[in-house]
């Protein structure tokens, strides 16, 4: 088998560390040319240039730019937020394969990320998404009755809407199931992550919202489903790692052998699957909403709640006002429906809603 060049792009995050552990495990399929990073771990990044010795390293989105567009088999996009969309459009015009964790970039995107890939060009990386396209193998897109994503229910599963006022952000970042980075442990508790998911399930595989599930699931094996119109649903499961993801987002369509240690079916297991609390949780039906607005809304989204997080975690703003405040700033936003998207007009609306959230969160009137 040849071996593939590979680009990581946020190589100091979760997933980009991560991504380095799955190439330094099998040399013989993968080979680091390109590295970069957002610059807040610099003495890791220069361990890892020093490792790796790649063709090209630098800090800073334009460094990812260019890395993303460099001769390569695999570029990973491990960045996390909205800085993570030029990157994702330079790798998809240079023709290469896009591993992309950055769920953020497709969803803001939206139709300029989709119409700028080939088939079969973007393979997901979220656990999600990577369990879907697995499932999808077995039937064909005329066959599929709908598409369901599991949740954990993060640290707070099970509490009423009045339990979660006094919420910090320690409990919020102690996940019980996934071990990331503070703002998808923050996206996750809240539940925005899977709203996040969910407009990215749609843009993947081009499944309306309406056939679109979230169903709680507390220990993370199951990773997603895919129903058939027969009655059938194929299962994708797997301890909760992402190595597996990111191993066959770099290999796909082929598997890396003993990437991980697989669900250990000699001892008992018990899958348990509960509805999702929209009243306590209304994250994700706020996404629907903005995923069918379409437009800059999935933007402003992402970009409200991206200020609202980072609000939380200062101790500037309570936790059950993040999803209110990301609202309130979805309402105050006029998307035309004549609106033909352009980088730039995502971009600013990503500056109008980051603004717009940090103005109600200084004056105090994130709660409706």
Known sequence: MQRRDVVILGSTGSIGTQA???????????RVVGLTAGGSNP??????????SPAYAGLGEDA????????????????????????????LEAGNTLALANKESLIIGG????????????????????ALAQC??????????????????GPFRGRTRDQLVDVTPEQALAHPTWSMGPTIS???????????EVIETHLLFEVPFDR????????????????????????????????????????????VPDTAPPV??????????????DEAFPAVALARQAGETGGTAPAVYNAANEVCVAAFLAGDLSFVDIVPTIDRVLRAHDVPWDQQLTVAGVLAADAWARDEAARLVTEGEASP
């Open 111 to 130: 139709p300029l990320v989709t119409d700028a890939a080939k088939p079969g060009q973007i393979v997901p990386v979220d656990s999600e998404h990577s």
């Open 264 to 277: 250990d079916w000699t001892r008992p297991e018990t899958w348990e699957f509960f509805p999702l609390d």
């Open 212 to 255: 679109i599930e979230v169903v709680v699931h507390p220990t993370s094996v199951v990773h997603s489903m895919v129903e058939f119109a027969d009655g059938s649903t194929l299962v994708q499961a797997s301890p909760p790692t992402m190595l597996i993801p990111i191993a066959l987002a770099l290999a796909w369509p082929d598997r």
């Open 186 to 196: 923050v996206n996750s508790a809240t539940l925005v992550n899977k709203g996040l």
């Open 64 to 91: 990812s730019v260019e890395a993303a567009g460099m001769p390569a088999d695999v570029v990973l996009n491990g960045i996390t937020g909205a800085i993570g969309l030029r990157p994702t459009l330079a790798a």
């Open 136 to 153: 999808l193998r077995g039937g064909s897109a005329a066959e599929v009755r709908r598409l369901v994503l599991t949740a954990s229910g």
């Open 20 to 30: 380095l552990e799955v190439v330094g495990a099998n040399p013989d399929r993968f």
């Open 43 to 52: 003495d890791l990044f220069d361990q890892q240039v020093a490792a790796w």
